[in-house]
């Protein structure tokens, strides 16, 4: 009559995130690039690392790399394509998460997203 616990979908929890890069530094060039991703390691849930992604000339989004489908794994999702696809994908559930469209998944529940404010060749990511 109730479901097994453990076949639940958990959300990620929520954690400090206070990350500033500067785009004019060589370790973030990619983000010059529309639909580019990095990953900003060691930040956000479980140290995971952050997703920063370039939706357009001024316009970022940032999501949390925690798979929210099995939180309880500690599985970090990886960016298809290098960075340059728009999305990553998850190594241990094969979940497709489509950044153009605000980190929704291909099944289950989207990445957790983090607010964004870019200020000149600042961004700011935070929540």
Known sequence: MFGCINDQQQ????????VYINLDLP???????????????NAGYNR??????????????A???????HIETKTAVKL???GGGGQATCP??????????YGSASKGYPLK???????G???YVYN
């Open 48 to 61: 995971n690392g952050v997703i920063i992604y370039r939706n357009s000339t001024d316009e970022f989004s």
């Open 11 to 18: 959300i990620v929890p929520n954690v400090t995130v206070d």
């Open 121 to 123: 060749n600042t961004v």
């Open 63 to 69: 999501y949390d790399a925690t798979c929210p489908q």
């Open 80 to 82: 298809d394509d290098n």
């Open 92 to 101: 241990h559930c094969k979940t497709i998460y489509y950044f153009y469209n």
């Open 27 to 41: 370790q973030f060039s990619f983000l010059g690039s529309i639909n580019n991703a990095i990953i900003f390691p």
């Open 113 to 119: 997203r983090y607010n964004v404010n870019k200020s």
